[in-house]
């Protein structure tokens, strides 16, 4: 039989708890109190990246993990999927059980809640995070917001809790609050799987790296001149023939329909909307390789695994071009929740001015068919306007005219300025892979720019935020990947997510460099940036030869 529990009335304990108390509770107050004499928790409460909104230390109100601790959650399916989120962040290392329960009644004040308030001045992902000495209370929202608050709450853990096998360590976090929301909606990468080919593995484990910094969009470039990456069931060739090589002339491949909802499935579970880009009406010859009557001449071209752009394109006059346009973005939007489609339209240099407006236009109006939003590259800014549409600017020259008066006329921005955000771009020019024709593009020249102020003529209000894209023409493997990402990635995540007047160069780079034992003990690859202070030093991928047919990756239109 179990002992009964102890209820004889105490008096106040260190955690400020005057009433009954179990053993296991006795237990665990006095395993805070023993913390309490100890040293402060090794992370302090603004070392967060992104940087919060507004952030208020209590070094005396420190709260230590206990063996014991159960996450409790709001009653919802969404919310409760972010507790087990969280417990499965926390598991590996800590070795703790972690159980996830439901809140019955009024939310506990001790252990980890996760509540769901309705407090709509935290708008759809902001968070409060309040650590007491009893506890971890963090409310939001909606559950996107209890998972934004869940990274910040991860970061401030000891580096180790990366670890994927049991450590031993002191699971302490600072004491104080965090009031947090996003600067921008949109905050995102975009990876390039069609030059080479990245498979379900690889791209779920970017979509992890883009939660673990609050990015909210994962914009997959899904089909290009190298290859053809999703299956289309009304043009089954696309895929078969389309996606059979990549750049250097390699074996390509690419998503079927189940693998490719995998992925919006994974992404959605962690708060993160699939933007779907199918290249039109240029970077098409592996769509011309499947089906040569889309082509001008009617003749299927060879396959092409080189880098130059600019040379392929459907014909813009035949009705068969615009049934297939039609038909493949009507299965891509049946196979994408979110709002948007995007529909390339860059460096279509051998389509005529006007003829390349009457195109763009008629597919605004077949994605506005589909009940989506359309996203397109800047050059899309030349065809008459279509109420909604979002223009993804990708120049290194901050006077466009054009774009400014698409903007005026009603068009919303994404800014991906190539000479700032693009992930391709080289660090130095000692880096082993990558290009530098936009610039060279160090952790500082990532985060020292402002979206809102970047482009002539377009007000801080029509830009929707930030998406950094990671071209793959040089980029062959998962660690090229992340060592493309990392530290520029998270530099692009707090011009989106934190509020102006946090950007600080000095202070970020020193709360960056603490990332970097995280990203080792995760197994994460990274570039030691010269001009961040790292604890330690990782190691670099060994330089190799460049893809064959190397040519002019981009041209750095404005």
Known sequence: MSPLPDTTPKPLDPTGYAGPRTAGELAGAAERAAAALLAPAPIRLGQVV????????????????????????????????????????????????????????????????????????LGPEGYRLDVTPEGVRLRAGTPAGLHCGVQTLRQLLPAAVESATPVTDRWVLPGGSILDRPRYPHRGAMLDVARHFFGVPDVLRVIDHLARYKLNRLHLHLTDDQGWRIAIDSWPRLADLGGATQVG??????????????????????????????????????????????????????????????????DPTSERTYAFVAEVLGEVAALTPGRWLHIGGDEAFKVPA???????????????GLGRTVIGWHQIAQAAHLDGRILQWWGTRPDDPVTAEAVRQGARMILSPADRTYLDMKYAPDTPIGHDWAALIDAHRAYDWDPATHLTGVP???????????????????????????????AIAELAWSPRSAHDWADFRQRLAGHGPRWTAAGIAYHPSPEVPWPTQPPVPAPRSAPSAQGAIRSAQG
Do not use: C, K
């Open 249 to 314: 002339g390699g074996p390509g491949g690419y998503f079927t329909q189940a693998d490719y909802r995998r992925i919006v499935a994974y992404a959605a579970a962690r708060h993160i909307t699939v933007i779907p880009e199918i290249d039109l009406p240029g970077h098409t010859n592996a769509a011309l390789v499947a089906y040569p009557e889309l082509a001008p001449d009617r003749i299927a071209p060879p396959p092409y695994t080189g880098t130059e752009v600019g040379f392929s394109y459907l």
């Open 50 to 121: 992104p940087a919060p909104e507004r952030v208020e230390p209590d070094p005396g109100a420190d709260y230590l993990l206990p063996t014991e601790a159960v996450i409790r959650v709001s009653a919802d399916p969404a919310a409760l999927a972010v507790g087990e989120q969280l417990a499965a962040l926390l598991r590996p290392a800590t070795g703790y059980p972690l159980p996830v329960t439901e809140i019955t009644g009024q939310p506990p004040a001790d252990g980890i809640v996760l509540h769901l308030t309705g407090e709509a001045d």
């Open 460 to 490: 801080p209000e029509a830009v929707l935020g930030v998406e950094a894209p990671l071209w793959t023409e040089s980029v062959t493997t998962r660690t090229e990947v992340e060592f493309m990402l990392f530290p520029r990635l998270p």
């Open 354 to 368: 006007e003829v390349y407006a009457r195109f763009v236009e008629r597919v605004q109006r077949i994605v506005a």
